[in-house]
T-cell receptor, first 114, second 114 residues
Framework: DTGVSQNPRHKITKRGQNVTFRCDPISEHNRLYWYRQTLGQGPEFLTYFQNEAQLEKSRLLSDRFSAERPKGSFSTLEIQRTEQGDSAMYLC????????????FGPGTRLTVT | GENVEQHPSTLSVQEGDSAVIKCTYSDSASNYFPWYKQELGKRPQLIIDIRSNVGEKKDQRIAVTLNKTAKHFSLHITETQPEDSAVYFCAAGGSGGSNYKLTFGKGTLLTVNP
């Protein structure tokens, strides 16, 4: 499968615990995005990387959230001290770069905070 | 920031009929408008997109129209089939310095009845 992949697909954690998600973009794509999707809503932008540089962060991304893309390939999204309101689907997308605008999504990581 | 409104929230049609979903956006600097289809439990899938220098784009049974003056764009699906049943999201991107993030509408649940 040469599409965007995400791991794990599901994560159940207790409130207060830290969690980390991984996204592997399409291999030649240099732009990578994180979005969050809750039930009945469209994806909401969280942050965006071009190669290893994090170029924008949404106000939705509180201090408990951090994202990295250390070598410009895969990315991780960490949530510290999880809260019940963090329960959502976390989606990763990638795009080629240059003038290409098409974003291709991964299957998402569904987080449930109990 | 950009705001995207999408209507209707649900749409039920008979197989073979046409379906139209409409979106409006607020930021006149937005210049890229993709549409995504999301089946239950699956990733959003890009089905068609349009850029602001084009008024209409077609791909087989799917077409998208854009009215920059009125800041609205629409998805048209002709000869609907049961497999078209899904949630459809419109999005807008390319506003100002945030050239690549997408702002999504809340989605339209399309049901095609056999």
């Amino acid at each position: 499968d040469t599409g965007v992949s995400q791991n794990p697909r599901h994560k159940i954690t207790k409130r207060g615990q830290n969690v980390t998600f991984r996204c592997d973009p399409i291999s030649e794509h240099n732009r990578l995005y994180w979005y969050r999707q809750t039930l009945g809503q469209g994806p909401e932008f969280l942050t965006y990387f071009q190669n290893e540089a994090q170029l924008e962060k949404s106000r939705l991304l509180s201090d408990r959230f951090s994202a990295e893309r250390p070598k410009g390939s895969f990315s991780t999204l960490e949530i510290q001290r999880t809260e019940q309101g963090d329960s959502a689907m976390y989606l990763c997308a990638s795009s080629l770069g240059g003038t290409a605008r098409e974003q291709y999504f991964g299957p998402g990581t569904r987080l449930t905070v109990t | 920031g950009e705001n995207v409104e999408q209507h209707p929230s649900t749409l039920s049609v008979q197989e073979g009929d046409s379906a139209v979903i409409k979106c409006t956006y607020s930021d006149s600097a937005s210049n890229y408008f993709p549409w995504y289809k999301q089946e239950l439990g699956k990733r959003p899938q890009l089905i068609i997109d349009i850029r602001s220098n084009v008024g209409e784009k077609k791909d087989q049974r799917i077409a998208v129209t854009l009215n920059k003056t009125a800041k609205h764009f629409s998805l048209h699906i002709t000869e609907t089939q049961p497999e078209d049943s899904a949630v459809y999201f419109c999005a807008a991107g390319g506003s100002g310095g945030s050239n690549y993030k997408l702002t999504f509408g809340k989605g339209t649940l399309l049901t095609v009845n056999p």
